[in-house]
């Protein structure tokens, strides 16, 4: 009687072999990373902090608004790193509800950020010009 039973999971595909996951031995887009992908984002991700360290420490730049900028730019390079090779996301994770969730997050932010340097900015051309008078007047 057993073997007529595993002659029937054998017909129909129910062997003990198969449990229904598909996908063995296939690289999958849901890939979680291996210890080359993980090495890879470390040794990215250290580059992209060591080189705004000498940047700013050696100051191999004259402006600091320039500075600023290549930091920033450097930042953002680092955050994609970190997005793709630790926390494994591209545009087809989750059918690409992750990518969208990241869009809108990225204009949020971004959205924010500028709003809030502008408002400093012109918080210090405004106010401090007054304030720099008064400690003239102040001075004997």
Same mark, same amino acid.
């Given at each position: 009687?057993?073997?007529? &039973?595993h002659? %029937?999971?054998?017909?129909?595909g129910?062997?003990h072999?198969?449990?229904?996951?598909?996908? %063995?031995? %296939?690289e999958?887009?849901h890939?979680? #990373?291996s210890?080359? *992908?993980?090495?890879t984002g470390?040794v990215l =991700?250290? /580059?992209? !902090?060591v /080189?705004?360290?000498?940047? $700013?420490?050696?100051k191999?730049f =004259? *402006? *600091? *608004? !320039?500075? =600023?900028?290549?930091?920033l730019?450097? #930042?953002?390079v680092q /955050?994609?790193?970190?997005?793709?090779?630790?926390?494994h996301? &591209?545009?087809?994770?989750?059918? #690409?509800? &992750?990518m969208?969730?990241l +869009?809108?997050? $990225?204009?949020?932010?971004? /959205?924010a950020?500028?709003g809030? +340097?502008?408002?400093?900015?012109?918080l &210090?051309?405004n106010? @401090?010009? #007054? @304030?720099?008078q008064? =400690? @003239?007047h102040?001075?004997?």
């Amino acid at each position: 009687m057993s073997d007529h &039973n595993h002659n %029937h999971e054998q017909q129909h595909g129910h062997g003990h072999d198969d449990h229904g996951h598909g996908h %063995h031995g %296939h690289e999958d887009h849901h890939d979680h #990373g291996s210890l080359r *992908s993980y090495a890879t984002g470390f040794v990215l =991700a250290v /580059i992209l !902090t060591v /080189i705004p360290f000498w940047l $700013v420490m050696g100051k191999v730049f =004259a *402006s *600091s *608004s !320039t500075a =600023a900028f290549v930091l920033l730019a450097l #930042g953002a390079v680092q /955050i994609v790193v970190h997005m793709v090779y630790f926390l494994h996301m &591209n545009s087809k994770s989750e059918g #690409g509800w &992750n990518m969208l969730a990241l +869009i809108f997050t $990225v204009m949020m932010v971004v /959205i924010a950020m500028s709003g809030s +340097i502008w408002v400093m900015f012109h918080l &210090n051309h405004n106010m @401090m010009p #007054g @304030m720099m008078q008064d =400690a @003239m007047h102040q001075m004997p």
